[in-house]
């Protein structure tokens, strides 16, 4: 009898161990795909260039998380006067592509979000939105050529 | 003597845990530097700059795992017909440095595995292949100047 | 009382477990926020844009870690004769931002640690940290423009 209650508790540690370590094992490894990609030039070669890449990537890896980080010169990219390829953003955005403008880029070139793209949203800072992926496991890319 | 068999048992289920923790340890950390390389320009300089890139790595890191993915122009430096430095990629190849083509890119400027320079390998998607490469824990470097 | 030493050694074995596996939890965690930068060029542009870029880190993160590695041409950044930004050097290090030169891109430029702005300092290899840091577990940005 005591030998049943023993073998019931070790029983119960071993299991509760392999739990908490399986769970440990499953953070460490990735379920999907998931890359942020940084564009620092705007002119029109570059912004199809990007469009391009994005759409490659999403060809071989379907269920890919892509954010697109336009600060510096790219912002253009996603202004209504600058971008060559604003229907793309929109398009590409329920495909799980998201576009996002660097708010420090954009005060220092006096845009608003209502000079974005339709699609295009805002991060507070486009290289620490950078950072941040990368410590939540995403892949990094500089995009453009 | 139930004191003995249950010390076993005990003795067991620590080694098992020490064992299977161990193991996740080792995961996290790494044996072999491993680094893939971006290159997105073709010129040149750039070619020269990126062999040598590589060999100061391998001088500090003599054991490090290098793939270095050519697309964009860059596809120049592994064909035959632009590459100015085609026997350094069949030189490096058996100290552990990979050159591979972007498909992607191959297709686009007509480019087949005949057109490449020896030792040159290609891979379905250049970008996806950088993806790919930082989720197995490779560190990511843009390349060139 | 021969269940009472029993449980005193289970209890043990379950805490030593417990302790072990959240170590390895807390290796996995980012208590703090770690970028190494990477800069290539060595243009007045470039320069100021970079230490744009490092002051927009430290304002929205105040507390990360930053190291800027300044490798082929962006030497010209921590020399005496070629910085546009000394000052602004020795004012970030005591604020968390390293700015190092590459000791291989030194020696091809003829360079000695004299040569440098005050507070810059030097690594054997400018990519080799860039793969190091990396290795911590460094976020890793492009920097300039």
Known sequence: MKYFRLSLILLFIGFATAAF???????????????????????????????????????????????????ANSLDMLLKSGSKVGSHIAELKPLGVRFVACENTMARKKATAADLVP?????????????????????YIKGGH
């Open 21 to 71: 370590c399986q769970d440990i094992k499953k953070q460490n490894m990735k379920k999907t795909h998931k890359v942020v990609v940084q564009v620092t030039e705007g002119d029109s070669l570059t912004q199809l260039a990007v469009i391009g890449q994005v759409r490659n990537i999403k060809k071989q890896l379907p269920d890919a998380q892509v954010e697109v980080v336009c600060h």
């Open 119 to 139: 699609g295009a949203e805002t991060v507070p800072s486009g290289l620490v939105e950078i950072i941040l992926k990368q410590e939540e496991g995403w892949s």
